[in-house]
């Protein structure tokens, strides 16, 4: 339960403010993302932390979307975004907003501004106003604009608004310092044109607000109570409070925290839809990248992501978290859920002579060591079998343990055999192997109390199912792939074996059974999950993990 989770800093200021009674309503806040993009698992964190916050005070978050461009906004990201916070397990029926909602009510807030004297329209390119906004050691220079009167900011305000401008033939900015040593406060743009179809509103608006606009507008309106930001919005923060000081109305408080940033990734959705648009990944859902949803058909699991959300706590300073961490809390979670099977990735045939021929018996098989209340099931055996290439040795050294002339192993769940001879083609490659098997051995023990070294996984050959395996790893060969002082380019540390797709693997016949809400261990293998393109004629399965970090333990 989130009650039973440590405090940290944010959860100090919230106790404070309650003992304080500096807030009348219960903790209330918001995960605020823009529809322009799939959610990674940076968003994540935020979203843990916020309804975390919400669920362990009794209080209310809201998802609101800020889909104030819609040059860059679509109603497929809002479904996503939907979906993605909804699998993480958090109730938004009630509390899905949207920031253009509240456009009518911005509009009027910046007329309030304007007759104040607060802001002003400005026939200055974008290009210029950046060019004019000075630097960190030098001021701004004011706009030949900005002491226009009250009454002709209101006309040309209300045109723009009526479309009569063209794209960035007028902005509304805020009038309060160019000199300020606090760049977003040299008189920053409220409002730009944009004569463009919105997803929600249509053509009703050709003007749009900023974030940071529209963002403390959104949190007063909805009652926030604490705004809680990452460390980039620190800067803004004066400008966030400067609006809402002026306009009187119910000012949150904002508090800031570390981002996530993961190492061999990117964190960036500009970045991610780079990789999408050139197709270096097969859309934002493609196992290989952080974002929810790919993470999802990874086969990660909401109480892995939760974890590892918990593990790497909330700061107040940046760093990077190691990607291992977050393949760590995956094994763990799926180590308790995940239903052991027996998959062949490299088949090759073992022979069990002394087997009756046309016979086979079902064997029973825990599902999950870790939880006896996932039960057994049956899994066919018969004379021929599937085991890995790898698991047999013609020429095996002293502490080889697998199968190899003359040596006995178990066979999981069934018997004990000992190879007896191999077959080869003409070229001298090993095409099958044969053994006799004890059937005094049934389950993998004797009564004579030997003891056997080596245990292999198998498929009976008349019952195997055929599939194809998807072998998932990290998409980049580099912890840092942004470092433009090693990489001229993102793209050129793509990891070129991020994916290794094998056909015609053999795996027991449970799995025709197409589970895509289960998770599976391949025995002595990894984590696998079933590819949500999986269907009766084609089953397909992703690689979620290794069973350890094949990364740092090669």
């Known amino acids: 339960m989130e009650n039973n989770k440590p405090n940290h800093f944010i959860h100090d200021i919230i106790d404070a403010d309650l003992k304080a009674k500096k807030y009348a309503s219960k903790v209330h806040t918001r995960f605020p993302p823009e529809p322009n993009g799939y959610l990674h698992i940076g968003h994540a964190k935020s979203i843990c932390l916020n309804f975390g916050i919400a669920d362990k005070y009794k209080g209310t978050c809201n998802l609101r979307f800020d889909d104030t461009n819609p040059l860059k906004e679509s109603d497929e990201y809002v479904q996503s975004i939907i979906a993605d916070v909804e699998w993480l397990g958090y109730d938004i029926k009630n509390n899905i907003l949207y920031a253009s909602d509240y456009f009518d009510i911005f509009y009027e807030h910046a007329i309030t501004l304007i007759k104040a004297g607060k802001a002003y329209v400005d026939d200055q390119s974008a290009e210029l106003i950046k060019s004019t906004r000075g630097s960190l050691s030098a001021p701004g220079i004011n706009s030949p604009f900005r002491d226009r009167a009250i009454e002709e900011n209101l006309t040309l305000f209300k045109n723009m608004k009526s479309g009569q401008y063209a794209n960035g033939e007028k902005v509304l900015r805020a009038k309060i310092d160019m000199s300020s040593p606090n760049l977003n406060m040299r008189d920053p743009i409220m409002y730009r044109i944009i004569h463009a179809n919105h997803h929600r509103t249509g053509d009703k608006w050709c003007i749009y607000p900023m974030y940071d606009w529209a963002h403390g507008l959104e949190d007063s309106i909805e009652g926030i109570t604490h705004s809680i930001c990452t460390l980039e919005f620190e800067d803004h923060r004066p400008l966030y409070d400067w609006y809402l000081s002026q306009l009187k109305v119910h000012h949150p408080q904002q508090i800031e925290f570390a981002r996530l940033d993961l190492d061999y990734t990117v964190m960036s959705k500009r970045k991610l839809k780079e990789l999408v648009d050139n197709k270096h990944v097969d859309g934002w859902s493609d196992p290989r990248m952080p974002t929810i949803s790919g993470l999802r058909n990874r086969g990660y699991s909401p109480d892995a992501i939760k974890m590892f959300c918990e593990k790497i706590g909330v700061a107040k300073r940046n760093n990077i978290i190691e990607y291992a961490l977050l393949e760590y809390c995956v094994r763990e979670d799926l180590n308790k859920k995940a239903m052991r099977v027996m998959a062949v990735l490299d088949p090759i045939k073992l022979i069990i002579d002394n087997y009756p021929d046309d016979t086979s018996e079902d064997l029973i098989a825990d599902n999950n060591p870790e939880n006896e209340n996932d039960g057994t099931r049956l899994i066919p055996f018969s004379k021929e079998l599937w085991i890995e290439k790898s698991d047999f040795m013609e020429d095996a050294p002293k502490k080889y343990f697998r199968l190899s002339p003359g040596k006995e ?146």
């Open 409 to 554: 192993v178990r066979l999981k769940h069934a018997y004990y055999v000992t190879c007896t001879k191999v077959v080869k083609d003409d070229t001298g490659r090993v095409i099958a192997i044969h053994c006799n098997y004890d059937p005094n051995s049934k389950g993998g023990w004797t009564d004579d109390g030997r003891k056997v070294r080596g245990t292999l996984h198998w498929v009976s050959v008349k019952h195997a199912v055929n599939a194809e395996v998807r072998l998932y790893d990290r998409l980049f060969t580099v912890d840092k792939p942004l470092d433009t002082k090693k990489h001229n380019n993102f793209i050129d540390t793509i990891n070129p074996n991020s994916l290794h797709i094998i056909q015609n693997c053999k795996v027991e016949p449970s799995l025709n059974m197409i589970d895509f809400k289960q998770y599976y261990q391949f025995l002595r293998t990894g984590y696998f999950c079933f590819d949500s393109q999986s269907n009766a004629e084609k089953l397909i399965f992703n690689r979620t993990s290794t069973l350890r970090d094949s990364w740092k333990n090669p």
